[in-house]
């Protein structure tokens, strides 16, 4: 009679199989979710970082305008700023020839408007000049006008300072984020104080 010689196969059992396939599921589980975390994470840092560079970016553009209003030439007349509760008409006689260009290519004529529809604040030059956008995702965009004692004033050829507000919000909500509807805000407001308005 022979004798029958069994091998033993090296392999898994089905339950060996069963855990190892059940810690790789938490790993790959842990690991999936750190990933999101961090990409949720990620994403709202980028959309705060582009809402505070929107609303910055802006607030420097109309500085520095506002900064060129009311120059003339010696002896010329230019208002500077026009009083408006809707526009903020910015003039200024750069090439000192006593008349405020307002063409649409003209620096000297300059209008920014806030188009609450579309939360936008636009900047156009000249009368005829198309509107472009300088920010978007904007939830207000407000300016007041001072004379030379700080007290607020409504006549033009008052205007001797300005403060300017702008509060923005992020493009998208953020589920973790529970005030204001998920929106993240900013708000930023500055004092001008045009040098050419107080000649």
């Not at 520095?64 to 500077?80: E, F, H, I, N």
């Not at 909500?173 to 929106?183: A, F, I, Q, R, V």
Request: charged content about 15%.
């Amino acid at each position: 009679m022979r004798e029958r010689i069994y091998i033993k196969s090296a392999g898994f059992t089905l339950t060996e199989m069963m855990v190892a396939i059940t810690i790789g599921m938490i790993v790959i589980a842990s690991v999936t979710g750190t990933f999101t975390a961090q990409t949720r994470q990620n994403n709202a840092e980028e959309q705060i970082s582009q809402l505070h560079q929107n609303v910055r970016g802006a607030l420097d553009l109309i500085t520095r305008d506002l900064m060129q209003a009311g120059y003339k030439a010696p002896g010329g007349s230019v208002t500077g700023v026009s009083y408006s509760t809707t526009q903020l008409l910015i003039q200024a006689d750069l090439n000192a020839n006593s008349t405020i260009d307002t063409s649409n290519t003209s620096l000297e004529y300059i209008v920014y408007a806030y188009d609450s529809a579309n939360k936008q604040i636009t900047r156009q030059l000249g009368t005829s000049g198309t509107a472009d956008v300088v920010a978007d995702n904007i939830t207000s965009f407000t300016f007041n006008y001072y004379d030379a004692n700080g007290a607020t004033t409504t006549s033009s050829s008052s205007i001797r300072k300005l403060t300017v507000s702008i509060n923005g919000q992020t493009t998208k909500p953020d589920p973790n984020y529970s005030s204001n509807n998920e929106y993240r805000t900013y708000s930023m407001s500055t004092d001008i104080t045009p040098p050419n308005l107080t000649l």
